[in-house]
């Protein structure tokens, strides 16, 4: 496939182009979250406006059952609920997947309760003009998330957060996502959607209950909370990768694991020889999230040069990518494949 000139030249930026194994797809991480609050409708109608592929909605359990999308249970830095007295006695201190936290989880309200606060944007220094929306958005259920990507034709990429802690409490996530894709009429491998995870043994149960896609989540350092592999090093090992493609459809990997400093990993070719996607995440355009070499200037809320980061990684032959600003990411796509 021929891929067109966008952006700068950057010394990461290979000079051969490895061919994918599917179409890439672009994933709008959290919505178009860069330019909106995250995972909210507002975030993933302008995100499916310009032209995303996918919508991503991470997704979290109420105290009643029910599927909500955010990023993470505690809810303290993407909602207003600190400013509401009545929910004050709700703060407390939990130790999740090994970690204190303080603050507001999702688990302790009510669906109903929690559409009473409103989203604002987790980085409001970085994106003032996203911090411009607080306020305007409530949280979302997953089956209104689904829904609204029914009705504009685009597909969903849900990830269970934190399976093992909500099915340690009583409130798993895995039979609830299939219930509500089941509703939704999509339960084959053909459907556009991909659950992903960054454990392994509730991809390993999700392959018993459902036909659509899996993707392994993994990250250049530690390993799954749930303790069945040493480290997500082990995994992307060949022999590890071979195991994944026993449950899993693709891996979502940290895109720094793409590069060893200015050279190409093995990664993507070795994933591609155990017949798994690859799918990295997640590509943001400010220079503070940007590797040197696409910086510009000192700011580190500027942007930088995010297409030419997203045209070397698709020279590597990866099948579609996570990022914040679904705007580049499909103009960069586009011009790989041709489009016009």
Known sequence: MALAACGSTSQMEPMTIVPSLSPPIVIAHRGASGERPEHTIAAYQLAIAQGADVIEPDLVPTSDGVLVARHENVISET?????????????????????????????????AELKTLRAKERLP???????????????????????????????????????????????????????ALRRAGWDSADVPVFIQSFEVANLKRLKGMTSVRLIQLVDGKGGPADGAAPSYAAMMTPAGLNAVAGY?????????????????????????????????????????????????????????????????????????????????????????????
């Open 79 to 111: 909602t207003d609920v600190a400013d509401h007295p009545e929910f004050a006695d709700r703060r407390t201190t939990k130790t999740i997947d090994g970690k204190e936290l303080t603050g507001w989880f999702t688990e302790d309200f009510t669906v």
């Open 125 to 179: 220094l970085m994106r003032p003009g996203s911090r411009d929306y607080d306020g305007t958005e409530t949280i979302p259920t997953f089956d209104e998330v689904i829904a609204l990507a029914k009705k504009h034709g685009v597909g969903i990429y849900p990830e269970t957060k934190h399976p093992t802690y909500f099915a340690s409490i009583g409130k798993g996530t895995d039979a609830p996502l299939v219930e």
């Open 248 to 340: 899993a459809w693709g891996i979502g990997p940290n895109k720094a694991m793409l590069w060893d400093g200015s050279a190409p990993t093995r990664l993507v070719s070795d994933a591609h020889a155990a017949g798994l996607r690859v799918h990295p995440w997640t590509y943001r355009a400010e220079n503070y999230f940007l590797p040197v070499p696409y910086r510009q200037g000192i700011n580190p809320r500027g942007h930088g040069d995010l297409a030419a980061e997203i045209s070397a990684a698709l020279r590597l032959g990866i099948d579609g990518f996570f990022t914040d600003f679904p705007a580049t990411g499909v103009k960069v796509r586009d011009q790989a494949r041709g489009v016009k």
